[in-house]
Structures are given as structure tokens and as C-alpha cells.
């Protein structure tokens, strides 16, 4: 009689609260509808991560690098990299393969904030048109997979967009137009793709942009002089492109701008004097380029090159005296040029070697033979 009674007023309305509970946790049903569309485009088979993608609620912590906001639970992170230190890494001692593709139905969690699917290696097709109407995204971050076509070509419509990183995949065609309207962007990584046509002459507006990174593609035209409005751009990258013309005049005014590749491209003209004055400049790879005339006599006791490699281009003249007068030089390359006189002496040349120097027309002095 007593248990009935504990029964009927204790528990019953106990197990019914909890339903409530759980009902309002789970993820509204067209979000695990679109995510398990999501899931069936692509293929994991090594490590099962997809088997955790099971039940209603995939809000629950079970749901493998699925996470939702507190508060509408609706899906706002899919954070899925296939080079991780989670256990479940571990447990298989591999990393991880994916093939498939990513399916447009991933643009039905119009809450997301967070897409990383980084690093399976073989996930292929192109990337969704439509995720440019996820206006909320910040992170999109697909690196490391076998992606073909296009960059969506209204990216710019991801006004919120922090981090774009499309690199190491197969992507072709231009960068769209519409990329200077990213106006939130702090981080852009298109390396090593397929990508050709010019960098758009109004690249200059990305004013939140800290780090470029273009490398490793077939990107034609000249460098853009509004790249030197960039006030927090701090790491510029457009090695291994086709890039020709000169290198803008205003590139050595920037403010916190401290590594510039340009190497393996068809730069010509003058070294501009002020991106070897500018003492925030640590990294500066000017190597196999076209450039000419003589190295800028600018450097002072505030130089602090980590490397300055200007290798493989048509310099003449001397190895400007003032180098000798730098705080710190840890690699510097001069080589394969048309440099000559004699190297000079200072404790910036001291720990250098003859490779530094060789394939000149006539230097000489330590570390090459005396003049
Ligand atoms: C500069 O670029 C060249 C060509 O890409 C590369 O071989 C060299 O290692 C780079 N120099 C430094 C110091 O990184």
C-alpha cells in the first residue's frame, strides 16, 4: 500500500519530468535528419567515429565532434579532424581516411557556427554552394581532403567568417570578387590548390586579415599595392605562384607585417628599400624571382632577420656594408646572383658559410676566398 502510494505520487511525476527533460535537450529533428544525410554522403572506415551518430538526441555528448548551443539546441559545431590526439585515435594507432563527399544537406544547420572537417585525406566532390548562407559561420575549415571545383563565388556573403582554410585540396578557378566583403576574416589559408587568376586588385579592404596564405598555386598578375592598407596583417604568403611585376613600393610601410614569401615567382624591379629597413620584418624570401639593381644599403642595429633569403635573382653590386650592422641575421641567402666585392665583416656574417655566398660574379672574403 505504502510503496503504491510512493509510487504513484513520487515517481510517476518524476520519470514524467524526465521526459520533458530529454525531449527538450534532444536536437530538433531536422537537424539530426540533416546530419545523418551528412553522415551517408561519406564513408569512415577505420575508426567508427559515424557509429557514435546514433539515437535521437544528437546533442548528447555521445555524437562524435557534434556539439549544440545551451540554449536552443540547435547544432552549432561539426568539428571533425582526421589528425587528433582523442582516445579514439589512439585506441586504432592511425589517422584518419574518409572518402565521400560533403553533403549539401549540411546547409540545413543554419545555426552552425563551426564546420572542420580537416585532414581525412580523401573526402572529394566540391564544396557546397550553399554553405554561403550559414551566416553565422566563423570557422570553415576543410583542409586536407581531395575538394575540386570552385570557391563558392558569393563567399563573401560569410560576413562573420573568421577562419577560412580550403588548403591542401585540389581547388581550381579564381578568387572570387566577392572575398573582400569578408569583413570578420583574421585568417585565410587557400595553399596549395589549384587556384590561378589574379589576386582581386581590392584585396586591401580584408582590414581584420592577419595572415594571407596563398602559396603552392598558379595565381597570375601582380601583387595588389592596396595588400599595403592591411594594418594587421602579419604574415603574407604568395610563394610558388606566377606572380610578376614589381613588389609595391608601400609593402615595406606596413605595420605588423613580419613575414613576407614571395620566392617561385616572376617578380622583377628593385628590392623596395623599406622591406629591408622595416625592423619588424623577420622573414623576408625573395628567392627565384626576377628582381634587379642593388640590394638597399638601409639595414641598422634594429635589423632582426630570422631569415632573408634572396637567392636566385639578377642583384648586382655589392653586399651593402650596413647588413654588418644588424642585431641579428640567422639565415641569410645571397647566393646565385650577380653580386660583387668583398663580404663584410661583423658578427652578422660570422656563423654564415660559403653557401651564403656562392654563384656570385666576383665576391670574396671570409667565408669565400680572400679578395
Ligand atoms: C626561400 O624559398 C626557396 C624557394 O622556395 C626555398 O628553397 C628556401 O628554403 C626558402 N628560404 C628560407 C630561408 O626558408
Redesign the pocket.
Given at each position: 500500500m505504502g510503496f503504491f502510494f510512493f509510487f504513484s505520487f513520487f515517481i510517476v511525476p518524476l520519470t514524467l519530468t524526465l521526459t520533458v527533460i530529454s525531449t527538450v535537450n534532444s536536437c530538433p529533428p531536422s537537424d539530426r535528419a540533416a546530419l545523418l544525410a551528412f553522415k551517408a554522403a561519406l564513408t569512415e572506415p577505420y575508426l567508427g567515429i559515424f557509429n557514435t551518430w546514433t539515437g535521437k538526441d544528437c546533442c548528447s555528448s555521445k555524437w562524435y565532434g557534434v556539439n549544440c548551443d545551451p540554449t536552443t539546441n540547435r547544432v552549432a559545431d561539426i568539428n571533425l579532424r582526421g589528425e587528433s590526439e582523442d582516445p579514439i585515435f589512439e585506441k586504432s594507432g592511425r589517422t584518419g581516411y574518409m572518402t565521400g563527399s560533403i553533403s549539401p544537406e549540411i546547409c540545413k544547420l543554419d545555426r552552425l557556427t563551426n564546420l572542420v572537417i580537416a585532414d581525412w585525406k580523401g573526402i572529394s566532390g566540391e564544396i557546397p554552394k550553399c554553405l554561403t548562407s550559414l551566416s553565422s559561420l566563423r570557422i570553415l575549415d576543410l583542409i586536407g581532403n581531395k575538394l575540386t571545383g570552385e570557391i563558392p563565388a558569393d563567399i563573401g556573403n560569410l560576413k562573420r567568417l573568421t577562419v577560412l582554410n580550403i588548403a591542401d585540396n585540389d581547388i581550381s578557378g579564381d578568387i572570387p570578387a566577392s572575398i573582400v566583403g569578408m569583413s570578420s576574416l583574421m585568417h585565410l589559408d587557400l595553399r596549395n590548390n589549384q587556384i590561378s587568376g589574379e589576386i582581386p586588385a581590392d584585396f586591401g579592404k580584408l582590414g581584420m586579415l592577419s595572415r594571407a596564405l596563398l602559396s603552392r598555386n598558379q595565381i597570375t598578375g601582380s601583387i595588389p599595392t592596396s595588400i599595403s592598407q592591411m594594418y594587421r596583417l602579419a604574415d603574407l604568403d604568395l610563394?610558388?605562384n606566377r606572380i610578376s611585376g614589381p613588389i609595391p613600393e608601400q609593402l615595406g610601410k606596413m605595420p605588423v607585417l613580419s613575414t613576407l614569401n614571395l620566392?617561385?615567382n616572376s617578380v622583377s624591379g628593385q628590392i623596395p628599400a623599406g622591406l629591408l629597413s622595416n625592423t619588424r620584418m623577420g622573414i623576408l624570401?625573395l628567392?627565384?624571382n626576377d628582381l634587379e639593381g642593388k640590394i638597399p644599403d638601409v639595414f641598422g642595429s634594429n635589423s632582426y632577420f630570422m631569415?632573408l633569403?634572396l637567392s636566385y635573382n639578377n642583384l648586382k653590386g655589392p653586399i651593402p656594408g650596413s647588413l654588418s650592422s644588424a642585431k641579428y641575421i640567422g639565415?641569410l641567402?645571397l647566393s646565385h646572383n650577380h653580386l660583387c666585392g668583398s663580404i663584410p665583416a661583423g658578427s652578422p656574417f660570422n656563423h654564415l658559410e660559403a653557401v651564403s655566398f656562392m654563384k656570385n660574379d666576383c665576391l670574396c672574403g671570409n667565408p669565400l676566398k680572400t679578395c
Open positions: 610563394s610558388e620566392d617561385c624570401n628567392s627565384r631569415a633569403d639565415h641567402d
